[in-house]
């Protein structure tokens, strides 16, 4: 049973390029939600998707950034006209329902705007 | 809307000693969840331990406990005889009970853990 799945690991990516990240859940999981890490701080939450829903985006940035999680593959997170400021460890976390259950965090994509 | 503090940005510990970072929460809630995470270098976001606000029992996962105060808002992990895999940031979080559709996860800014051989 494999655990979420993110890709890529590392993503460099020069300023205006666009940026996305891919998140596949654990099986049988159909929520979930994207973070962001910036450097030597905690996550902050982006954004909570069900399956072809978008169910809180309070934490997603108003402008060049979008998410979707579509009935059949991964969820994406995309960063369009990347900015150095954009640089941060960007992770996908999956759960099966509410409930008391902790996510099940992926390993995160690293993205370098250079 | 809910906040999380970690006061102490690093702690350290002598192996095999106990240690106890700390954590404090503020809400208006009263049924929640917390949890504590590890994130060692390879920046994977292990589960450490979890507890609800309703149990008054404070949850036990092996060395790993916590001393949960309601009242205070106060939510401690206690690290007994610490090894040298513990090392490593370790994030508090807070989550609502799961209605309506908020489920997220709030973290505090981390505690940076270094065991000493």
């Known amino acids: 049973n494999a655990g979420v799945m993110q890709n890529p690991r590392h993503l460099v990516r020069r300023r205006g390029q666009e940026a996305r990240l891919r998140c596949s859940p654990m099986?049988?999981?159909?929520?979930v939600y994207w973070y962001r890490q910036l450097p030597e701080e905690g996550l902050k939450f982006m954004v909570y998707?069900?399956?072809?829903?978008?169910?809180?985006e309070s934490g997603m940035p108003k402008e060049r950034f979008s998410a979707e999680f579509p009935k059949e593959g991964p969820s994406i997170l995309r960063i369009q006209q990347v900015v150095r400021g954009d640089s941060a460890a960007y992770f996908c976390?999956?759960?099966?329902?509410?409930?008391?259950?902790?996510?099940?965090f992926g390993s995160g994509t690293r993205l370098t705007v250079v | 809307a809910q906040t999380v503090t970690q006061s102490q940005p690093e702690m350290s510990v002598q192996e095999a000693e106990t240690v106890t970072l700390s954590c404090t929460y503020d809400?208006?809630?009263?049924?929640?969840?917390l949890f504590w995470y590890k994130q060692p270098p390879s920046r994977q976001m292990i589960l450490v331990i979890r507890?609800?606000?309703?149990?008054?029992q404070n949850a036990t996962e092996n060395r790993f406990s916590v001393n949960f105060q309601k009242a205070a808002k106060s939510f401690s992990l206690k690290i007994s005889d610490s090894q040298l895999g513990d090392a490593a940031m370790y994030f508090c979080?807070?989550?609502?009970?799961?209605?309506?559709?908020?489920?997220?996860?709030?973290f505090g800014t981390g505690t940076r853990l270094t065991i000493i051989p």
């Open positions: 979080a807070y989550r609502s009970p799961g209605n309506f559709g908020n489920e997220k996860l709030t």
């Open positions: 809400t208006s809630e009263s049924d929640y969840y």
């Open positions: 976390a999956s759960s099966p329902l509410t409930g008391p259950y902790g996510y099940t």
């Open positions: 998707l069900q399956k072809e829903n978008i169910i809180d």
């Open positions: 507890q609800e606000a309703y149990k008054q």
């Open positions: 099986k049988g999981h159909s929520h």
